[in-house]
């Protein structure tokens, strides 16, 4: 072959790429917009920001993390409220891992309000709850188990996870509250990723208690790279 296809070839090639990267770069810009009482997954590159929005008002969000290259390495609440001396989760907070190293860091905070002590319902719990005639309300484990099976995770590799936009007050005797959020339509939080990150969500579907004012709605989720306006 001579030199002047081989150029050609590396041009075609480039090309190609650079499409492909435009193409990426679109995609991610778009974000992806999580029916009410869905789940939604994806990795969050190093560097990269994820931006939550809550389209509606008052839509709790149910989140889990993970390493990427290694899920045995995940969200620890207990390593993210010790090292800062907080159970509030706000602008400036480091999540960490269950080996204290940072995963994700909050860089922006429209809301205030979010919870990490709560955990998530389930079918078991909202049964125990609110009565035996809650069973087949599919719950936010059900939404981490189904899309966390697309990553080979199971109910083993669920833990302690953080509730966006969720009030959870601890009340003067010690109990925690599940009460109004204050969210309201069109905040959001921007997370920057440390570390490759899976990032699991369960736009969360309870309807038995206020943290979504009784009525599920949609979420969005965008995935933007360094220095881009990941407007809501």
């Known amino acids: 072959m001579s030199d002047i296809s081989l150029a050609n070839e590396a041009s075609n090639i480039s090309l190609a790429n650079e499409a492909s990267d435009i193409s990426l770069a679109n995609e991610a810009a778009t974000g992806d ?10 990795v969050v590159r190093a560097g990269q920001t994820l931006t939550i929005v809550d389209l509606e008002g008052n839509q709790a969000v ?6 990427a290259h290694d899920t045995v390495e995940r969200y620890s609440a ?4 010790g090292a800062q001396a907080s159970i509030v989760l706000t602008t400036g907070t480091v999540l960490r891992s269950n080996e204290g190293r940072p995963m ?19 079918k078991e719990s909202n049964s125990l709850r609110y009565g ?4 087949h309300q599919h719950a936010c484990v059900e939404n981490f ?8 995770l199971s109910k083993r590799d669920l833990v302690s996870n953080i509730n966006w936009y969720m009030n959870v007050p601890i009340e003067g005797d010690g109990t925690l509250g599940i009460v109004d959020g204050r969210s309201a339509p069109g905040l959001r939080i921007v997370l920057r990723a440390e570390m490759d990150t899976l990032v699991l969500v369960s736009n969360c579907p309870q309807i038995n208690n206020p943290c979504n004012a009784f009525n599920p709605t949609p979420v969005r989720m965008l995935i933007s790279e360094p220095g881009s306006d990941a407007a809501g």
């Not at 917009?33 to 994806?42: D, E, H, K, L, Q």
């Not at 188990?145 to 080979?152: I, Q, Y």
């Open 33 to 42: 917009i999580v029916a009410a009482r869905s789940p939604w997954s994806a």
């Open 132 to 135: 035996h005639h809650t069973v």
């Open 78 to 81: 207990p390593d993210t409220v």
């Open 62 to 67: 149910d989140c889990l993390l993970y390493n």
């Open 145 to 152: 188990l189904a899309e966390g099976s697309r990553w080979g």
């Open 104 to 122: 994700m860091t909050i860089v922006e905070d429209e809301c205030g309000v979010h919870d990490t002590i709560g955990g998530a319902c389930s």
